[in-house]
């Protein structure tokens, strides 16, 4: 007998930030997310969830009052996003670009190779890459 499909987990990463508004800019307007959920003053925190709806991951960016987050403690703190389709991958670096930001080298040389980095607002890092994770 088979077993019952299992459901994928959804991953959110989290972490805190001193600048809600600009991550929203970034991840929203320059990234291509979509802003899920807003919250202000609940239990001490404001925070934000970007993603796509549907999707199995999405980030929260909170800022906890009367507490400073600081910045990326290395700049090679990274999200990476896999875009194997060419024209996808074009058009994510563009959406960036064009919100903006500029593309920065990556401290690992391996995501220069075919992709491009970008460095948020707090100095973590998105790689888009143009391939498929082949794992």
Known sequence: M????????VLRVARPTDNIDALVHFYRDGLGLELLSRFDAHNGFDGVILGGRGAPYHLEFTRAHGHTAGRAPTQDNLLVFYLPDATAYGEARDRMQAAGYAPVKSFNPWWDAEGVTFEDPDGYRVV?????WKR
Do not use: I
């Open 2 to 9: 088979n077993e019952p499909a299992k459901s994928a987990p």
């Open 128 to 132: 888009l890459y143009n391939d498929s």
